[in-house]
């Protein structure tokens, strides 16, 4: 399974403010996800990372509030754009090669909004 | 919409045994199952990709039944280190594939 970089792991921001994550991988993937996981639930996808063109968010979230790139296979990234308390949460990016394979995980991001 | 879970918690004694179901409303590529332990990412257990494929390795196994949209893990002789929380992940083709985790299964091994 491949390897994926994930920083920052944590920080604590001020209100208002925006905060970009980045995941780098070891090895060319076709799909990256962004996950969001509060304490104690489950992974809710924020959107599909599409190389090259823009993102597909879920219902519930828009371009304008996680504005994410994805340059090229192996590297992604997730801004959380004028922050408030609601957002703070684990984000977590993920990689698969194809869709009959595993996905594979960074470390996660522990974001704390004050 | 997220696939739905059973049961939501289970605590069990070192050495016996649980399923944790995984249902869904809508048709299914594959079914994955993943392990999370407290403060890190999720661990991949298995994937499954054809309706009635079973598989399994060492004391953990599973099944994905593609008609009813419904896979089921099984944990035999449950060690210590299985404890943990238990997603299924959920392939699904809409107008790209996307992959949807369930509600979680907590488990809890007692000596």
């Known amino acids: 399974s491949a390897v994926i970089s994930q920083k920052p792991s944590r920080d604590i921001c001020q209100r208002g403010t925006s905060l970009t994550i980045q995941c780098q991988v070891d090895?060319?993937?076709?799909?990256m996800f962004w996950y969001r996981q509060q304490p104690g639930q489950s992974l809710t996808l924020i959107a599909t990372a599409n190389q090259g063109s823009e993102a597909t968010y879920e219902s519930g979230f828009v371009i304008d509030k996680f504005p994410i790139s994805r340059p090229n296979l192996t590297f992604s990234t997730l801004t959380v754009s004028n922050m408030s308390p609601e957002d703070s949460s684990i984000y977590l990016c993920s990689g698969l090669r194809d869709r009959e394979t595993e996905a594979f995980f960074g470390q996660g991001t522990r974001l704390t909004v004050v | 919409q997220q696939p739905v879970q059973s049961p939501q918690a289970v605590i069990l004694r070192e050495g016996e045994d649980a399923v944790i179901n995984c249902s869904s409303s809508?048709?299914?590529?594959?079914v994955h199952w993943y392990r999370q332990k407290h403060g890190e990412a999720p661990v991949f257990l298995m994937i499954?990709?054809?309706?009635?494929e079973q598989k399994g390795h060492d004391k953990i196994s599973a099944s994905f039944n593609e008609k009813k949209q419904q896979s089921s893990l099984y944990l035999t002789a449950s060690q210590l280190s299985y404890s943990g929380t238990y997603f299924c992940?959920?392939?699904?083709?809409?107008?790209?594939?996307?992959?949807?985790f369930g509600s979680g299964t907590r488990l809890l091994v007692r000596p």
């Open positions: 499954l990709l054809k309706g009635g």
């Open positions: 809508k048709a299914l590529y594959s």
């Open positions: 992940g959920t392939g699904r083709m809409d107008s790209s594939y996307k992959l949807i």
């Open positions: 090895s060319q993937v076709t799909m």
